[in-house]
């Protein structure tokens, strides 16, 4: 069973990059998957998440309108596109997956995650 992220670089303030959560073992369609971030020297911090039901997408404020999460069941992948990128987007972002009784908390939640898998470094110069 293996969670990995993927796509993160190197990108200028205002760019776009697109990160991908990929599963190997388990069906992502089967949890809820969140994207997380870490900054040096930050508190991790809940960035989106999808609901495995109804699919049903949450975001924090700080990326609201910028960030969009989808799932593509028939890859087993879930994106986060982020748009409109800024320098204080740098961060590790990484992916989980969380038992469906997590999902309205999803955000505030990675310590719930059943899987983890490791970041990806997404760097927003200015």
């Known amino acids: 069973v293996q969670l990995q992220a993927s796509g993160g670089g190197l990108v200028q303030s205002g760019g776009s990059l697109r990160l991908s959560c990929t599963a190997s073992?388990?069906?992502?369609?089967?949890?809820?998957i969140g994207w997380f971030r870490q900054a040096p020297g930050k508190e991790r911090e809940g960035v989106s998440c999808?609901?495995?039901?109804?699919?049903?997408?949450y975001y924090a404020d700080s990326v609201k309108g910028r960030f969009t999460i989808s799932r593509d069941n028939a890859e087993n992948t879930v994106y986060l596109q982020l748009s409109s990128l800024k320098p204080e987007d740098t961060a590790v972002y990484y992916c989980?997956?969380?038992?469906?009784?997590?999902?309205?908390?999803?955000?505030?939640?990675?310590?719930?995650?059943?899987?983890r898998g490791q970041g990806t470094l997404v760097t927003v110069s200015s």
């Open positions: 989980a997956a969380l038992y469906h009784r997590w999902v309205r908390v999803c955000l505030a939640a990675p310590n719930r995650a059943r899987y």
């Open positions: 073992g388990f069906r992502l369609d089967d949890y809820v």
């Open positions: 999808i609901s495995d039901s109804d699919e049903s997408t």
